[in-house]
């Protein structure tokens, strides 16, 4: 539990933080990176232990993942959301991807 808090924390303050150097005019705060950090996570694991998985269980996963994944960007670049940070949200799906590589290694 400690790497996916580890994943979860760092990976929302470091959205965070870079769409505060990228965007310089706004001020990002929320648990929306966070999250996104997670699904990035859980991204890796699918990509890592697709092997593992049988067909109907890997489509339903990659479905679910990148339906979740699609509506958040939407939302982001949705004019009538004008408080919703996409920058943070896609950088902190990235880092979230990155960190649990680093993080979980070969125990996928």
């Known amino acids: 539990w400690y790497r996916l808090a580890c994943i979860y924390f760092f990976g929302g303050?470091?959205?965070?933080?870079?769409?505060?150097?990228?965007?310089?005019e706004t001020i990002?705060?929320?648990?929306?990176?966070?999250?996104?950090?997670?699904?990035?996570?859980?991204?890796?694991?699918?990509?890592?232990?697709?092997?593992?998985?049988?067909?109907?269980?890997?489509?339903?996963d990659c479905f679910l993942s990148s339906a979740l994944v699609c509506v958040t960007m939407i939302e982001g670049i949705a004019p009538f959301h004008a408080y919703v940070d996409?920058?943070?949200?896609?950088?902190?799906?990235?880092?979230?991807?990155v960190l649990s590589i680093f993080i979980f290694g070969k125990d996928f």
């Open 13 to 24: 303050i470091g959205g965070i933080l870079f769409s505060c150097i990228i965007q310089t």
């Open 28 to 60: 990002g705060c929320g648990a929306g990176a966070s999250l996104m950090a997670i699904l990035g996570a859980y991204g890796a694991q699918l990509i890592m232990t697709f092997h593992r998985l049988d067909s109907q269980q890997l489509l339903a």
């Open 86 to 97: 996409f920058t943070a949200h896609l950088s902190s799906l990235v880092i979230g991807f």
